[in-house]
């Protein structure tokens, strides 16, 4: 996919942050029923969070989003944890220090003329130990892919990325910033 200067940039500065950057057309980015699923029944934390489900969007009206979108770039920050004994309490201090790293991409790309930059974040948002009733820290609040339906293994697959569940040695954290 042919690129521009300013998605140039924003991909060296990924690499730079220690993330892989790919750039994908919104239009194969697969949106499936059956990804959310695993949020309301297979998610610990279902309803807990108000970025995840189902305090969020629908997929129907997800999937109407992201045609108004063309071009993102997959964001994955990749983590051996094989030594960790507890990889859940490594997973959630993981996603938050690879969603800070690629909010700094939605913030930059924004400054570069992409008005509607928006991040999907790695797992459910962390910030704050519990969610309130109304969201403490809304700047920061974004949604996963898995949680408007994106099927996080098969957009891994169109750019030659593999991704298994619960591998210690092999921990991805995986976005999707929409740009334009």
Avoid at 16 to 45: D, W
Avoid at 155 to 162: F, K, P, S, W
Wanted: proline share 6%; net charge negative; charged share 30%.
């Amino acid at each position: 996919m042919p690129m521009n200067e300013k998605q140039e940039m924003i991909i060296r500065r990924a690499l730079e942050l220690g993330l892989r950057a790919y750039p994908v057309k919104t239009a194969g980015i697969p949106v499936e029923n059956r990804a959310r699923i695993k949020c309301e029944y297979g998610c610990r934390g279902y309803g807990k969070r108000l970025s995840c489900p189902p305090h969020i969007m629908d997929i129907d009206e997800f999937r109407k989003i992201l045609l108004e979108y063309d071009k993102a770039l997959l964001l994955i920050g990749e983590h051996d944890m094989s030594h960790e004994p507890d990889i859940f309490r490594a997973w959630s201090h993981l996603r938050k220090e690879s969603f800070h790293k690629m909010l700094e991409l939605e913030y930059l790309a924004f400054r570069e003329g992409f008005t509607y930059a928006q991040l999907l974040r790695p797992g459910a948002c962390n910030e704050c130990d519990v969610c309130a009733e109304q969201c403490r820290k809304p700047e920061l609040r974004r949604f996963p892919p898995e949680a408007v339906g994106i099927n996080v293994g098969k957009i891994m697959d169109t750019v030659g990325e593999t991704f298994v569940f619960c591998d210690p040695s092999d921990i991805k954290c995986v976005g999707i910033l929409l740009i334009e």
